[in-house]
């Protein structure tokens, strides 16, 4: 189903530091204007990204929008670090709160560290199973509520992450969600985008080509992507 803009009246975004304005903000000046999901932003823009959030976060948060959202809405889904496990930091049993809604868990919601669990659990080929059945979990369940769905990455590489897309674990989830026109992959990640127009990261000195994009870099990834939106016809 395409639904036509006029119906969404209302945008969702989902990311870590790689898109958070609140945190770019503190690397240099920038506008909301500026980052790279703006030109796919429909309507009031409810902006669930967050410093260090894992994508199993950002799934289960966009799930959680997508059910309890009546009318369609618009959900951008932007993977960044994709070596996160999700931790719920509250009290247990007893102990436990009961936020009032959604935007009362995040200050909950964070990731391990590697020293805090099994290093296994990050296996490249778990990790990347779990990323794709995401995508294709959330974009039937999109499907199913008449919601629109983008998901892209911002700093994963084909050339660096070698994922293993013929192992058993990864290929059929991954052909799959490749298929998807609303599945952006690693091909085309705003680290890529950046790299090929020689746009540095403004933390170069910290991350490398790791770091994280300011005004330049953040409008010709959102360039890239609202041409790749229309090239597919996602939304009319």
């Excluded at 059910?67 to 509250?90: F, H, N, S, W």
Aim: with cysteine.
């Amino acid at each position: 189903m395409t639904l036509s803009t006029a119906m969404v009246e209302k945008t969702f975004v989902y990311g870590d530091s790689f898109s958070s304005h609140r945190f770019i903000s503190t690397l240099c000046d920038i506008t909301q204007q500026d980052m790279w999901y703006w030109p796919m932003v429909e309507g009031e823009l409810v902006d669930r990204t967050k410093s260090g959030k894992s994508p199993a976060a950002m799934f289960l948060q966009a799930t959680n929008d997508s059910l309890m959202e009546t009318a369609p809405v618009r959900i951008l889904v932007a993977l960044g670090v994709c070596q996160r496990v999700p931790v719920y930091k509250d009290g247990w049993w007893h102990e436990e709160q009961l936020p009032r809604d959604l935007d009362a868990c995040e200050q909950y919601l964070d990731s391990a560290e590697v020293g805090g669990f099994h290093p296994d659990q990050l296996h490249p080929t778990l990790m990347w199973s779990q990323i794709y059945k995401g995508i294709t979990d959330l974009a039937i369940r999109c499907g199913q509520q008449g919601h629109q769905l983008l998901v892209v990455h911002m700093n994963a590489s084909a050339t660096v992450d070698r994922i293993k897309k013929t192992h058993p674990l990864i290929a059929p989830l991954c052909h799959q969600a490749e298929a998807l026109d609303c599945y952006v992959n690693e091909w085309l990640s705003c680290k890529t985008v950046c790299e090929s127009q020689g746009i540095v990261p403004l933390d170069a000195d910290r991350y490398g080509d790791n770091g994280h994009h300011g005004p330049e870099g953040q409008r010709a990834f959102g360039t890239q992507v609202k041409g790749i939106v229309e090239a597919r016809r996602l939304w009319n």
